[in-house]
Every structure is written in C-alpha cells, then in structure tokens.
C-alpha cells in the first residue's frame, strides 16, 4: 500500500508577527559587551541553524562558531547593517560551509519509500543521519510555523543555498538585496532560487497556513485522553483519538504507517510495553506538543523509550514523530527515569 502524507503547513510568505527588538543600523556599541551580544542572539540564532541543519546538536555547535567568528571579525565590523543581521549572515554561511557535501536529514517518510502495514518487519537504520526535533525551551521564534517539524523535514528537500533562500527572505523577511549581499550573489539570483524553493514545496503537498499559537480547551482534553490511552494502552481510544489518515514516523526504524486503525495495530501488536506500563511526561518541541514515553523495567521503574512529536489538526492527532534516542530526554529536561510506583496521576 502506498499513501502520501497530508498536506502540512509551512510559511512560504513574509512573517508577520513582531521580530525580536533589535540594533539600530549603525550601532556598534552591542560589541562592546560579547557576552551580553551571546545571550541576547543565542536562542534565536539556535533557531535559525537549526531550520539549515535539521539537528539540534549541529545547530548548537554552529551557533558557537557564528560567536567564535564574530568575536574575531568583531574589530572590522563597521555598523552598515545591525548587529543582528551581521550575525545572521555569519550564521548562515557558517551553515553553509557544514552542509558542504552532507546528506539531508530525512523523516522517515522523507526516503520516498512506501508506507507499511502493521506487522511489517521493523528495520532500523543508524547510518542515515535523521532529522531531530529541537525543544522550546532552547529557541526563540517570531513565528511558530517556522520551526515545526513538517516545515523543517520540508527544508532538507531543498538544496542548503535555496534552504538559505527562503529562511532569510520569507521567515527572516530580508528583501533580496539583503539576502544577496548575505549570501554574495545578485539579487536576480535570488529571486530565482526562492522561486524554485517554493515550487519545491509545492509539489510536495504542502501548502501556506497559520498556526495557533494556543491550544484549544478540546485539544488539551484531547491530549489528557491521549496519555491515558496510552496508559491503559487502550489502542480503541488511541485509534479514535487520530485522523483517519494519521501518519505515524519513528526514526531510526525507516517504516512508516499511515492510517488510524494500522497505526493502532502497530502500537497494539508492536510496541513492547503492556497496560500501566507506559507512562508519558509532558514537554513541548517545534511548537508542538510533545511527550517523553516511558517503558516499565522488570524492578517497577520506568526508563525513557521514545520522544512523540505530536501534529494536532481540531480535535484529531494528525501526525505522530516519535523519536527514539534516550539523549533526547536529557536534551528536554524529561527525567532520566520515573519511580517504581510512578502513575500519570501522581506526576
């Protein structure tokens, strides 16, 4: 069986929404305090490398050498743009020369390989680099639809220059001049590449949408429900509790499962844990809800199993990233394992 995936909303237009405050043109007196200049950018410029590299450790290492370099060219800088926007062009070329000759990182249905069916032989792949999700808590954005998971899955399919492209001109709102001064080319250049960015996220079924920036009294009641389920591991009230045509993703296993009762069938017949033995911890990442799932060990504690991404469209879950790796736990602040005794209830 072969199914695409639901059309997912990316920003393919200006942001909108107030910009973190930032240096008057001219203004070089921020360099005089370095490690001021460092906590003020550092959360936002995490967001940025991590939409180019699709990882929050690389982007995390690209940030500190965006600083390193600054530090450095610190003495040259003559205030003909922001500070801001200079460290933004150091940032992304530093982006630039890392991406250099590196595979993009793939969601599992990024590898353009069919869905599966439950039952399906699980493979796993540890040589592919996979894309990672980033917490909230590490990044600041002016727009939430900017860093969620299907927009920046959406970017790895594009070459990292057109990547560049249409972070600085539609999330960033830099005008082509900027941009190509950023990135030393013309800006008819550009305007080319954002053209052929956006007809690449075109043809991959994904189209413009605005992303609340709250959740609903129904969908947090949703999301009470979906622990529970998962909980009591009653599999009806997980299937009923998803859009028909859900996608459920889980690097590094490269399958990927489409539709409600099949990824009941997968979680029912293919997941270790058993009733009361998979209790979850709330977390938010890439402006999504999010949860820490923990599996119960033969002594009675539980210890981390997978990170779910959680996609809501209403009152369904529409896509499920759940991504195994327990450095992601200590990368979100989740615990590092729940008592013996640990229920939802007394968290």
Known sequence: M?????????????????????????????????????????????AHCYRMSGSVHEAEDLVQETFLRA?????????????????????????????????????????????????????????????????????????????????VAALQHLPARQRAVLILRDVLRWSAAETAAALDTTAAAINSALQRAHAQ???????????SNELTADQQRLLEHYVDAFWRKDIDTIVSLLRADAVW?????????????????????????????????????????????????????FEPFHLQVLELDGDRVRHVGAFFGVELFEKFG??????????????
């Not at 889980?250 to 033995?277: K, R, S």
């Not at 590092?336 to 209830?345: N, R």
């Open 2 to 46: 072969t199914s695409s995936t639901t059309p997912t909303p990316v920003p393919t237009r200006p942001a909108t929404s107030t910009e973190v405050t930032t240096a008057a043109s001219g203004d070089t007196t921020e360099l005089d305090d370095f490690d001021g200049l460092t906590s003020r950018y550092q959360r936002e410029l995490l």
């Open 71 to 151: 530090w450095k060219a610190s003495a040259s800088f003559q205030g003909r743009s922001s500070v801001r926007t200079w460290l933004y062009r150091i940032a992304t070329n530093v982006c630039l020369t890392s991406l250099e000759g590196k595979p993009r990182r793939p969601l599992p249905a990024g590898l353009d390989t069919p869905d599966q069916l439950a039952g399906d032989a699980l493979e796993q792949n540890h040589e592919i680099t996979w894309l990672e999700p980033v917490p909230d808590a590490a990044i600041v954005v002016a727009e939430r639809d900017s860093i969620r998971l299907a927009f």
């Open 201 to 211: 996220m075109e043809s991959r079924g994904l189209t413009e949408d605005t992303v």
């Open 249 to 301: 993703e889980m690097p590094p296993f490269t399958g990927w499962y489409v539709g409600a009762d099949n990824i009941g069938a997968l979680i029912g017949g293919q997941c270790p844990g058993g009733i009361n033995e998979m209790p979850m911890v709330r977390t938010t990442a890439n402006g999504q809800p999010a949860f820490g799932l923990y599996m119960r060990q033969p002594d009675g504690s």
């Open 334 to 347: 989740l615990p590092a394992s729940l008592p013996a005794g640990y229920t939802p209830d007394s968290a």
